[in-house]
C-alpha cells in the first residue's frame, strides 16, 4: 500500500523550531521529487519547499533562510527543519511525492500535520 506519513508538527512560539518528517511505505523514494506545502485557514496550498532525486532544493521567499529541507533515501525518509517561526507559518504542513514516468505521472500525498505557532 502506497503511503505518505508526516509527523512532527505541534505548537511553537514564534522564534522556535520544529522538525517535520514524511516516511515513504509501497514505493522507493529515490526517483522522486518530494515537496512540502501548506495550507493556512481560508488560504490557498502553496509550496513552501521541493527536493530533487539528486538533492537540488528549492524554496518559497517566504520560507527561505529559515527551513531546510533534506532526504535520506536509505530511511525512505524526508524532513524539513524549520527555524525562527512565525505565526504565519501557522498551517497545515503536507508532503507531496512526484515523478514522471514515460505513460504519465505518479503523485502522492500524505495526510498532513499541523503546525500552530504561538506564544
Known amino acids: 500500500q502506497v503511503q505518505l506519513v508526516e509527523s512532527g508538527g505541534g505548537l511553537a512560539q514564534p522564534g522556535g523550531s520544529l522538525s517535520l518528517s514524511c516516511v515513504a511505505s509501497g514505493f522507493n523514494l529515490d526517483y522522486y521529487t518530494i515537496a512540502w506545502f501548506r495550507q493556512a485557514p481560508g488560504k490557498q496550498r502553496e509550496g513552501a519547499s521541493c527536493i530533487s532525486p539528486s538533492g537540488e532544493t528549492s524554496y518559497a521567499d517566504s520560507v527561505k533562510g529559515r527551513f531546510t529541507i533534506s532526504r535520506d533515501n536509505a530511511k525512505n525518509t524526508v524532513y524539513l527543519q524549520m527555524n525562527n517561526l512565525e505565526p504565519e507559518d501557522t498551517a497545515v504542513y503536507y508532503c507531496?511525492?512526484?515523478?514522471?514516468?514515460?505513460?504519465?505521472?505518479?503523485?502522492?500525498w500524505g495526510q498532513g500535520t499541523q503546525v500552530t505557532v504561538s506564544s
Open positions: 507531496n511525492a512526484y515523478c514522471v514516468i514515460p505513460w504519465g505521472t505518479k503523485n502522492y
